[in-house]
């Protein structure tokens, strides 16, 4: 079984709707990370989590908000869907050790299409 | 804040020949510079990363430089192969504290046969 797992893998929506992205991971890693990939851009940060307590604002996070549900769940919620949010979305998580982040894992993205 | 650059956007070398992407960053403060490999369908995957206090680092075919000063890393390829086909990226950050990943735009690389 996948160590990061996000669903849904695939989503169509329409403007104005509210949508859920789901992130869980088995790693036991306490840092959690929401992305967003566009064509020519690259991976882009929205919300990180240190931990359940711990929200943190990314690069891109206005029109999105996150919830931390429990150490291995990560959500991302897009409550009123725009077009220009069609993309692929990944979740990564990765551990501290030693006061140094480690490697971050990536999940096999959402790939988003908003109409 | 950081910013990276990386070129090129894509890139096509024949089988068994040398592949190099190269990545500049803007913030001297940067020392932890990961690279990843995204295969079609999947998340991105750390293939070899690389922390200021080396200059260059090597696991088989693969192998990064880093030149602090001039504030750039680069990603070499040798002997080439088709599975290599990917897109990849390279990224820079703090090693520590929230290590807040800045990526570049994405280098597409294909292996001719």
Excluded at chain 1, 32 to 54: A, C, E, H, N, T
Excluded at chain 1, 82 to 91: G, S
């Amino acid at each position: 079984d996948a160590d990061v797992t996000q669903t849904p893998r695939n989503r169509i929506t329409k403007t104005g709707k509210r949508i859920m992205l789901e992130c869980s991971q088995t790693k036991g890693h306490d840092r959690m990370y929401w992305y967003r990939q566009d064509p020519g851009l690259g991976l882009r940060l929205i919300y990180y989590s240190f931990d359940v307590k711990d929200i943190n604002k990314g690069e891109i996070s206005d029109g999105y908000s996150v919830s931390r549900q429990a150490q291995a769940k990560f959500s991302l919620s897009l409550e009123s869907a725009i077009p220009n949010q069609t993309a692929l979305y990944f979740c990564a998580t990765s551990d501290l050790a030693g006061g140094i982040t480690d490697t971050q894992y990536f999940g096999p993205g959402t790939r988003l299409t908003v109409l | 804040g950081e910013n990276v650059e990386q070129h090129p956007s894509t890139l096509s070398v024949q089988e068994g020949d040398s592949a190099v992407i190269k990545c500049t960053y803007s913030d001297s403060a940067s020392n932890y510079f990961p690279w990843y490999k995204q295969e079609l369908g999947k998340g991105p995957q750390l293939i070899i990363d690389i922390r200021s206090n080396v200059g260059e680092k090597k696991d088989q075919r693969i192998a990064v430089t880093l030149n602090k000063t001039a504030k750039h890393f680069s990603l070499h390829i040798t002997e080439t192969q088709p599975e290599d086909s990917a897109v990849y990226f390279c990224a820079a950050s703090r090693v520590q504290g929230a290590q807040k990943l800045v990526f570049g735009q994405g280098t597409r690389l294909t292996i001719n046969p």
